[in-house]
Nanobody, 125 residues
Framework: QVQLVESGGGLVQAGDSLRLSCAAS????????MGWFRQAPGKEREFVAA???????YYGDSAKGRFTISRDNAKNTVYLQMNSLKPEDTAVYYC???????????????????WGQGTQVTVSS
């Protein structure tokens, strides 16, 4: 069983930065695809970024140029560096782990096997 715990969310102002962390336990996740998704009230879960294998990364349109995903396999942790935050980035951010890592599926929430509890990010204008 894999447990994922997100941290690093908070209340910031537009233009600020935050770094989210997703710490995994129960299994080494170096072979897993790891993704960040977000969900705002009344909206569907949205793909933000994913990293597969060592360092192949993909981003949703809202994250391109502002967010960076990275992983530290020694710490079994994935990070999401978020810069130039905007009020529309306000959401609960979730970390997911996909065991059968596949480039074709990294944007699909249903393809992830494990999820964290989420961390709230609120960006004020």
């Amino acid at each position: 069983q894999v447990q994922l715990v997100e941290s690093g969310g908070g209340l910031v102002q537009a233009g600020d930065s935050l770094r989210l962390s997703c710490a995994a336990s129960g299994r080494t996740l170096s072979s897993y695809a790891m993704g960040w998704f977000r969900q705002a009230p009344g909206k569907e879960r949205e793909f933000v970024a994913a990293i597969i294998w060592s360092a192949l990364s993909y981003y949703g349109d809202s994250a391109k140029g502002r967010f960076t995903i990275s992983r530290d396999n020694a710490k079994n942790t994935v990070y999401l560096q978020m810069n130039s935050l905007k009020p529309e980035d306000t959401a609960v951010y979730y970390c997911g782990a996909q065991g059968a890592a596949s480039i074709a599926n990294i944007r699909r929430p249903g393809a992830y096997d494990y999820w964290g509890q989420g961390t709230q990010v609120t960006v004020s204008s």
